[in-house]
């Protein structure tokens, strides 16, 4: 399975793509996790995290901090 992620944005990308993944970690990515080459991450809906989840969220990618 780890391989399949890890080769996904290389796969996808030649067919000009981007690759995005869903975020089960919570944040939380695996190490090397963001240098995978996936462009976007869906983290659910606002409804799921709560509006304070998901401000800390978008936060704590922007900040490059991820997890």
């Known amino acids: 399975m780890v391989e399949i992620l890890n080769g996904f944005p290389e796969r996808v990308a030649q067919f000009g793509k981007p690759a995005g993944?869903?975020?089960?970690?919570?944040?939380?990515?695996?190490?090397?996790?963001?240098?995978?080459?996936?462009?976007?991450?869906?983290?659910?809906?606002?409804a799921h995290l709560g509006l304070d989840g998901a401000t800390d969220a978008f936060e704590r990618l922007r900040s490059g901090q991820g997890g």
Not at 21 to 46: A, K, M, Q, S
């Open 21 to 46: 993944i869903t975020d089960v970690w919570g944040l939380n990515t695996p190490p090397g996790g963001e240098t995978l080459g996936y462009r976007f991450i869906n983290i659910g809906t606002i």
